[in-house]
């Protein structure tokens, strides 16, 4: 007789993306705490995987803002990046 798990809830439910500069707090807050080394197991892999959560609403948020400014600044059909360096 073969038993078949049934897939877990998620331990926790996913927090609402705070605002860019909140995030990115949280984010520093959580990587100095994970780089003292100082948590159980358990609380570092939580706080990574929020970690990573945090980092992926800040890169969501930094591709916005750059098309955003790219929309802004573009003029007659041409874009524009006036003081901007496309290759960084």
């Known amino acids: ?3 078949k ?3 877990e809830a998620p331990s926790a439910a996913v927090a609402p993306a705070p605002d860019f500069e909140t995030a990115l707090a949280e984010l520093e807050t ?3 705490q994970l780089e003292r080394g100082e ?3 358990e609380h570092s ?3 990574f995987e929020r970690g990573v959560q945090l980092a992926r609403s800040c890169q969501l948020a930094l591709r916005e803002a750059e098309l955003k400014v790219q ?3 573009e003029q007659d059909g041409q874009l524009r990046l006036d ?3 496309p290759t960084e």
């Open 45 to 47: 892999l939580r706080d």
């Open 30 to 32: 959580i990587v100095e």
């Open 1 to 3: 007789m073969s038993s």
């Open 5 to 7: 798990r049934k897939p």
């Open 71 to 73: 929309q802004l600044v």
């Open 83 to 85: 003081g901007l360096d």
């Open 39 to 41: 948590l159980s197991l």
